[in-house]
């Protein structure tokens, strides 16, 4: 329930604070005096879209706050432990901002909140209906979707259109795999090719191959070089070698062991160089004395230096990163050879028809079982409305081919009507005329607005322009209505008549006041002042004894 709403700098209202009552609330005021602005805050405070142009002249950004009362409101606590939020309080208090940028800010018991969990809360404390719901009528799919809410056949008819899109995805799917099958068949062949090509450099570390074959193609010269070096080293002639002057240096030094420190240190270094160089000759005399490499190795190493050039310049890659590629293109192979083709997914395709026909059938017999009484409920409804002789039922009529079956199920459902004794019941928007049309369009949306659970805080229910192609007695038997409405439920209404506005629990004015800066001000009305609004509304500028007496009359009459 809604508790306050306080504007500020919000179009043409200043500042004000309003605190809403129990019941039906009913929003009245000369036209153009701002009526629609509470409706718009509320729709803000719901998480709906800003504008900037609601900031009032002058003013860096505008704020809302709303505040409601949500104690023993089971789904209001469940949304609350779903987003991770605390609800320590029974009240919660939303604030929008709107600045001249464009851009607005949002805060749950004053903590940021986004938009879309804003507007999720939104939907369980605010149920706002267009002044346009009339048109909507004119639209199959509302019908259709009026008679799920009521019928409480909301949840299958969801899983029917989802069954249905899925079929239609894999259909896409399989038409998609259809037309690319012989590209896929001839890529396939190509990353199946390629692989083979390849397949000697999977095995080997391309890089060290490289090192292999540099190596044993000078294999001759580098054994030269080690018998060079060898000699250098150590050898039997009569050439100074470097083992010779070592020991010899190694002799010098020990001679002078127990004179100096530093020789001691310089021997040991000696020693240990001497021991290194051993090492080295050893592995210079193995190299140097091994046999000739098999030349099919060399061959074999040809052959793969060979294959990785081509295949670089192939690829326009470094041989190396072959390997990479390679990784890549299996994973392509496998990918092609596990989709399905076109044919196997006619399997598939089958069972996803099948699903949908399965719960489009069951859909059907729940709309149809529940459409009868339905129908009763409106005419109930109407009849009061100065539509005494009005009769409604719904019509389902199959479609006459699988074809045309779409999400809403395999029937087209209409809902018809007719005002006027004798006339046959035709579709709504071949013989309504606008008033009748709003009158349906009200009592629709005042039957899906109670035939919600019984047990559950039910939100706000919110009507623009509540009185759209009314007047006289049937403003009243509306009146009526609404304020028989607002017994369970907190309701905010805008209105033109006086009818209406007298059953109101709650009477709000919106006056224009023209000063420095033209200004919208909220008057909650009381006795008298009450009575000169309802006399007003009924009897236009001049307001006389006889409007008055015929407005106290109206509020004398409610029940």
């Known amino acids: 329930m809604l508790v306050s709403l306080t504007l500020h700098q919000f179009a043409l209202i200043a500042q004000h604070e ?43 950004h505008a704020d809302i706050y709303a505040q409601f009362d949500v104690a023993n409101n089971a789904l209001v606590a ?20 709107l600045s001249q940028t464009g851009r607005s800010k949002a805060w749950l018991n004053g903590t940021p909140v986004s938009l879309a969990e804003l507007k999720s809360l939104g939907t369980l404390l605010v149920n706002i209906h267009s002044q346009h719901a009339q048109q909507a009528l ?17 949840t299958l008819a969801a899983q029917t259109a989802s069954s249905y899109q899925h079929y239609q995805q894999l259909k896409r799917r399989a038409d998609e795999i259809a037309s690319r099958e012989a590209l896929r ?76 420190q530093t020789f001691e240190q310089a021997s040991e ?68 050879e596990n989709e399905p083709s076109s044919d196997a997914m006619a399997a598939q395709i089958e069972q996803a028809w099948q699903q949908y026909l399965l719960l489009a059938t069951k859909l059907q017999k729940a709309r149809e079982k529940a459409a009868p009484h339905i129908s009763k409920q409106l005419v109930q409804q109407l009849q009061p409305l100065a539509l005494p002789n009005a009769r409604c039922e719904f019509v389902f009529t199959k479609k006459p081919d699988p074809s045309q079956y779409n999400a809403q199920g395999c029937h087209d459902i209409d809902l018809l009507f007719s005002a006027n004794v004798g006339m046959p019941m035709q ?20 039957l899906q607005a109670t035939n919600a659970d019984n047990d559950a805080v039910k939100p706000m229910l919110v009507f623009d322009e509540v009185d759209v192609g009314i007047s006289g007695g049937t403003a009243q038997v509306v009146g009526e209505l609404l304020r028989k409405l607002g017994q369970t439920q907190q309701l905010l209404a805008i209105t033109h008549q006086a009818q209406v506005a007298a059953q109101a629990h ?54």
């Open 185 to 260: 068949h001839d890529r396939i062949q190509l990353l199946q090719s390629q692989l083979a090509d390849i397949e000697p450099l999977l095995s080997v570390d391309y890089t060290d191959i490289e090192a292999e074959h540099e190596e044993l193609s000078n294999i001759e010269a580098l054994m030269m070089e080690a018998s060079h070096g060898l000699h250098l080293l150590d050898n039997d002639t009569d050439e100074p070698d470097v083992m010779t002057l070592l020991g010899q240096a190694i002799k010098l030094c020990d001679n002078q062991l127990g004179v100096s």
């Open 269 to 336: 270094q000696l020693h240990l160089a001497q021991q290194q160089i051993t090492e080295v000759t050893g592995l210079l005399s193995d190299y140097a004395e091994q046999q000739l490499p098999d030349p099919e190795r060399l061959q074999t190493l040809d052959n793969l230096i060979s294959l990785g050039h081509r295949l670089s310049r192939k690829h326009a890659l470094p041989a190396v990163d072959l390997i990479e590629e390679a990784n890549h293109w299996q994973a392509q192979l496998e990918q092609l």
């Open 427 to 446: 579709p709504l928007h071949k013989i309504a005329s606008g008033g009748e049309l709003s009158r349906m369009a009200l009592v629709m949306q005042v």
């Open 138 to 154: 004119l639209k199959p799919q509302f019908v259709v979707q009026w008679l799920d809410a009521m019928a409480q056949t909301t």
């Open 18 to 60: 309003l605190s809403m009552a129990e019941g039906f609330n009913v929003i009245t005021g000369e036209t153009g005096a701002g009526k629609s602005l509470l409706l718009d805050a509320l729709s803000l405070c719901a998480g709906e879209r800003a504008d900037s142009a609601m900031i009032r002249h002058g003013a860096a």
């Open 78 to 97: 469940e949304w609350f432990a779903e987003h991770d939020r605390a609800l320590d309080e029974p009240d919660v208090l939303i604030r929008r901002q």
């Open 506 to 559: 709650q009477h709000i004015l919106v006056q224009k006041h023209h000063d420095e800066q033209t200004e919208s001000k909220l008057v909650i009305l009381t006795d008298s002042a009450q009575v000169d609004e309802l006399a007003r509304m009924s009897g236009g500028v001049t307001i006389t004894e006889v409007t008055r007496d015929h407005a106290r009359s109206l509020l004398t009459d409610i029940k």
